[in-house]
């Protein structure tokens, strides 16, 4: 299904503690697709910025100072309130990968280093559900 | 006197040469705590008496001689020595010296027996045959669980590595497919290329760390290639890289004496540079970092590293300097193999010298390296004459 045209884009909230990783998945999402890509250098920042304005999905880092990505998402999701943001997990730990995909809050887990073209596939897909 | 009850008797005569030979013999054992060393191994000790008590048939014997242990027979040494092996990898024994401990015991159990001057009889031929079988049990047992231990500990590490590679990994892989696209769209993308480069400088400095890890566990330390060295000029050099990539910060340098010496340049920068990079990720952010290095002792150069801070606790204190081990705030720092303060102590170490931390409240966490003045004899580097270094 087509976006409306005079629909704001999509955002995506890219939520990591490293903040190259974070600049170059913004990067990237915003040169290959249709889709918002807002940085967040940390669970604070992400629950901050959901909040202000909820993201249409979010990809988060399982394992950032301070909070892992199970408790972050879960913060998210109420910030979220009835907006329902997908939230895709991203890790470099294959336990917290698996963990991730176990559990329902997540609609998918991908182990770092992510393929950029596998990231777009699931914006894309989730696109053209709703 | 029959030995068992000898051992029960004379045990803190014979825990204290056992002491002694420990602590000269075994280096990891100088950075442990006296009292853990002399605990663990008392408890094997007061084990295998209690295993030398038990009845023991003939068939039993010839059985335990051949290795084949009855279950209830050896439970208690077997247990002990268990504990110890475990205990042993944790402390950063290797196998060599986990063993050690058990000939310093044997020895200075039977040395001490036979200076008490006991009637050789069939039985004490007898009980000095369990002693010995109860030891080799304990031994086994030690060697066994201490192997368990460290293979653990290093799928643990290769678990943390393969995690601390992947994110700049990632950063690499993304910003280059973005470069990709912005070739085809003819855009300019200096910040991604720039990523990319500190992406791969980020991977290099991990499997450095790595390599040297793996060089130094393979039983010879690190391999140093000393040659005539100015210190200040190194120190103002290590000191000027980190001011400059932690614009923020202040970090002091003070010299003093005479700073000519032997070493292995690129080694001691490793070195300091450790040092300094810990004391800003893991002391009060708001306080200075203190480099000082002291020449002013004719046989020695001292480098110390002082941060403000809370002071590290005694038991982590003992293990900061173990590969793997990391601090307790580590994860709110990124990146972290738990390896530069390993590499730290390895390097003061094949330079014939030490490496030493002290934390209080007061004076903050101060490490300390201590360098011979002149290292040429400490270990000359095989790589570097295949200029494999």
Known sequence: MELNAHQSPRRLLVVDDDHDLVDSLCEWVGLSSDWMAVAAYGPADAIAQATALPPDAILMDMEMHGADGFDTAEQLGRASGDKHSAIFALTGNADLREAASQDPRFLASLLKPADPNKLLRLLTRLTADH | ?389
């Open chain 2, 1 to 389: 006197m029959g030995l068992s009850d000898f051992i029960t008797l004379e045990e803190a005569k014979i825990m204290a040469e056992f002491e002694a030979f420990a602590k000269e013999q075994l280096p990891a054992a100088a950075d442990m705590n006296v009292a853990a060393l002399r605990d663990h191994a008392r408890q094997v000790l007061v084990a295998i008496a209690l295993d030398m008590r038990q009845p023991q048939t003939d068939q039993e014997q010839h059985a335990k001689s051949l290795g084949h242990a009855s279950k209830a027979d050896s439970e208690e040494s077997k247990a002990a020595g268990e504990l110890h092996g475990a205990l042993r990898a944790a402390a950063g024994f290797d196998v060599n010296q986990t063993a050690a401990e058990y000939r310093a015991l044997r020895a200075s159990v039977i040395r001490l027996w036979i200076e008490s001057n006991p009637q050789l009889g069939r039985d004490e031929v007898f009980e000095l045959v369990r002693f010995n079988e109860s030891m080799d049990e304990a031994l086994a047992a030690s060697l066994l669980y201490f192997a368990a231990e460290a293979a653990r500990m290093r799928n643990l590490f290769l678990g943390v590595l393969s995690h601390e590679l992947r994110t700049p990994l990632s950063t690499v892989m993304t910003s280059g497919h973005s470069l990709v696209l912005g070739a085809r769209l003819k855009k300019d993308m200096p910040e991604a290329a720039e990523r990319v480069v500190r992406g791969g400088r980020r991977i290099q400095s991990l499997l450095d760390d790595l390599l040297d890890y793996v060089r130094s566990g393979l039983g010879e330390g690190m391999r140093v290639s000393p040659t005539s060295v100015d210190m200040s000029q190194v120190c103002s050099r290590i000191v000027g890289e980190l001011r400059a990539n932690h614009p923020t910060r202040t970090i002091a340098l003070d010299e003093r004496g005479d700073l000519i010496c032997v070493c292995d340049e690129e080694r001691i920068a490793q070195a300091i540079s450790n040092l300094v990079s810990n004391g800003l990720k893991y002391g009060a952010s708001g306080e200075p970092v203190s480099v000082r290095i002291d020449g002013s002792a004719a046989a020695e150069i001292v480098v110390s590293v002082q941060n403000g801070g809370p002071p590290i606790a005694q038991a982590t204190r003992e293990s900061l300097f173990e590969p793997l081990v990391r601090g307790e705030n580590a994860a709110s720092h990124g990146y972290n193999l738990g390896l530069g303060l390993y590499i730290v102590r390895e390097i003061a170490l094949a330079h014939g010298g030490t490496a030493t931390v002290e934390s209080d409240a007061e004076a903050g966490t101060v490490f300390t390296i201590r360098l011979p003045r002149d290292a040429s004899e400490a270990s000359p580097s095989a790589f570097a004459g295949l200029r494999m270094n």
